[in-house]
């Protein structure tokens, strides 16, 4: 076993580090093992280092944050396969032996060639007799389109497909080497190179000359050289563009060596043909994956990650409950405050269950008009009252075998309580207007921030209904009780938001991290991260500084909290500095941020924040 990190990000892309007598420290410091040159990290950011049978990852109190498949962590266990991003750069850990990923990028030459380059235009189809005049010659090429034909209707994956089209053109053309280049934008490197060899273990690499891909794909025109008297050059090339329906994706770039005669014309229609073929079935499957990337990303973004971002003992409780219930079919019921993340306990769940990838369906019982629950909850049959001009399907039936999670169950208005809970116990309902019945095949979630026992014994709530929603319960910790995670939240939901302001984030202050420590909470983990959005979006600097916290963060200056008076001083201070430099900039604040050194829109946030716009100066 090899553990070492392959970077496929960042300014060390492609490059792989082996930890050393099983471990490795990483920072910005070049007493590091992996020293990577980033404001954004730390000068001793994190080490991997072995720990028994496994590694385990440390964050070293970095200031942006480590984070292990998208979530920050101080402390964790990795495996094969995770994903580390430190900084602006991304590792993925690898332990397994005969699993290699060498670098794999072939770069474009920018040697220029000394022979004589034809270019011809292939804008109208050849005539038969541009294939030679013997009738052998085009049943062979005739049969070679068909072959190629047929592995385009058989082969989804692009870089196995370019294979093949290499191999097949490699039995009509008399090519050495041969290479398909994808680039989207001249202005950029090739998006990927696919190479084959008719010596596979040959010396000889194919040289790709810059200049000739860039030329045919900018006139779409065919480029073979026809100089074979030219003793400078050792190879004949041909580079047919690939010219797909939306826009030309790269070439076909062929080289043989010399003495060997240049290509001929006939090759270069056969080409043609081959390259029309592949163009468009290679853009759709590019595309394709494009499209399935963007599935991906968008599933992720409606269904995070199933790991709840947090390693104090309340969060592992609730993430082993998670592991234990999520394989059953039985009904959950989540409990918690308002805004602790009972939603994401509940996609957690679907995540790590079988039904991951059936639909999650999610209602808010408290925020639908008792009125309309109804038929949002089963649907209804066309004409069932005025206005159902056709039959509509409620979220009961849209859950199909998926997950249907019911939040604010406790505000469930008694008739609809009587309703569910016959969805429940007989596995079937009837839509508004309905006569049928439709089979119910979805598990339940349910999650509640009411005390259900004594909603109970007011009458507010049924009680065999309680009974069929509590087979299996677990209540999810308000944030003032995990403290020690407040600095990992925030800095998850930094980054997420950073990425989506597109601005740069280098990490969290002292003081702000102290503040956000502090606080109380009272809204839980939904309050935070709306505090760190808040900061995010009106931060003037690259990271975050108290100032750019809500004012009731920085108003909560409680004697009973740690550090509280460190930060009236600190305030106190501000005040009279900020205070000193509008006396002598005569009021005006723009003078006054330029004698402070500082944004004068910072110093109008900071004057409001410390209540500074009713004073005199």
Known sequence: ??????????????????????????????????????????????????????????????????????????????????????????????????????????????????????????????????????????????????????????????????????????????????????QADLDEEANSICTWSRQPDAAHKIEIQRDLVHRAIWERSAILTDDASNSSETQNVLCLPLVAVERTIGVIYLTSLRPAPPFREDHLHFLDSVSRIAAVALENILALDALRSENQRLKRELNPTSNLVGESRQIRQVEEFISRVARSDSTVLIRGESGTGKEVVARSIHQSSPRQERPFVAINCAAIPETLLETELFGHEKGAYTGAVGMRKGKLEAADDGTLFLDEIGELAPPMQAKLLRVLQQKEFERVGGTHSVAFKARVLAATNKNLEQAIKSGEFRQDLYYRLNVVSVTVPPLREHREDISLLALYFAAKYAQKAKRPFKGISQGARTLLMNYSWPGNVRELENAIEHAIVLGLTEEILPEDLPNGILEEQSTELEGARYHDTLNQSKKELILSALRDAKGSYPDAARILGIHPKYLHRLARNLNLKSEPV
């Not at 007493?31 to 980033?38: G, I, P, R, S």
């Not at 101080?74 to 580390?84: E, L, Q, S, V």
Request: net charge negative.
């Open 1 to 182: 076993m090899k553990p070492r990190l392959l970077a496929i990000a960042g300014s060390m892309t492609n490059t792989v580090r082996q930890l050393v007598d099983g471990q490795i420290s990483i920072g910005r410091d070049e007493a590091n093992q992996l020293c990577l040159v980033d404001s954004a990290v730390s000068r001793r950011h994190c080490t991997i280092q072995q720990a028994g049978d496994q590694y385990e990852l440390v964050d070293l109190d970095s200031h942006n944050g480590t984070f292990v498949n998208g979530v920050p962590v101080a402390r964790k266990p990795i495996d094969h396969g995770d994903t580390i991003r430190i900084g602006n750069s991304e590792f993925v850990f690898l332990t397994h032996e005969g699993e290699s990923f060498p670098d794999r990028r072939l770069r474009l030459s920018d040697s220029s060639s000394h022979s004589t380059l034809t270019t011809l235009r292939m804008e109208k189809s050849p005539a038969f007799h541009t294939f030679g005049a013997e009738v052998g010659r085009m049943a062979r090429d005739l049969a070679a389109l068909f072959r190629i034909s047929n592995v385009i209707n058989s082969i989804r994956g692009s870089e196995l497909l370019q294979r093949e089209l290499l191999r097949l053109i490699s039995e009509v053309v008399p090519a050495d080497h041969g290479a398909v280049v994808l």
